[in-house]
Each structure stands twice: as C-alpha cells, then as structure tokens.
Nanobody, 119 residues
Framework: QVQLQESGPGLVNPSQTLSLSCTVS??????????WNWIRQSPGKELEWMGA???????FYNPSLKSRTSIAWDTSKNQFSLQLTAVAPGDTAVYYC???????????WGQGTHVTVSS
C-alpha cells in the first residue's frame, strides 16, 4: 500500500514562494509506471491539477500555472516537491499529492495540507 504525506508551511506571505514536499512510502517513486501529482482545492472551487513528475523524472505542468510552478524529486529520500512562486491570497488552498499508476485516475492520495496566503 502506497502512502503519501505532504509537509510544508501552513502560512505563506503574499509574493513569497510556497514550498511543499510529499514523502512516499510503500513503493519507490521510480517504480513503473507511477506519475506523482500535485493537486489543490481552493475554497469553493473544484480540484485543480497543478502538475506532475513521472517515474522517469519527466515533468508536466498545468499551463495556467506553469510560469510559477516547479516540481522536482529527490529519489534518495523518495520524495517529490512543489514550489509555487509569487503566491497571492488566491493560492490559498488545500494542497494534495497523489499517485497515479495508469490513466484511470488517482490511486493514492495524501491527506492534504492547508496553506493560507496572507500577511
């Protein structure tokens, strides 16, 4: 059973960079054919896919967020990370990491971490 756990600050100042990590247990992040995703949900809005890194290290971004988003991994720690620059109150959301092993949705989710952007 794969488990994911998000970690990072709960409060970020406007214009700063949000950094989150997702620690994976139960399988290696380089195992075929996982894709490791970042998804968020702002209050009153639907889930928004932010981007992903594949088991080969290829990275994909939501075009609407691409200019501010960076996803990377640390295979030695079995972690992947998200950085979102120039945050604004509209980036306040619950941020989730999730794993997909195929094309039929997400197989595993982290519990989510709430991030507030406020001064």
């Amino acid at each position: 059973q794969v488990q994911l756990q998000e970690s990072g600050p709960g409060l970020v100042n406007p214009s700063q960079t949000l950094s989150l990590s997702c620690t994976v247990s139960g399988d290696s992040i380089t195992t075929r054919y996982y894709t490791w995703n970042w998804i968020r949900q702002s209050p009153g809005k639907e889930l928004e896919w932010m981007g992903a890194i594949t088991y080969t290290g290829n990275v994909f971004y939501n075009p609407s967020l691409k200019s501010r988003t960076s996803i990377a991994w640390d295979t030695s720690k079995n972690q992947f990370s998200l950085q979102l620059t120039a945050v604004a109150p509209g980036d306040t959301a619950v941020y989730y990491c999730a794993a997909a092993k195929g094309a039929s949705g997400y197989d595993y989710w982290g519990q989510g971490t709430h991030v507030t952007v406020s001064s």
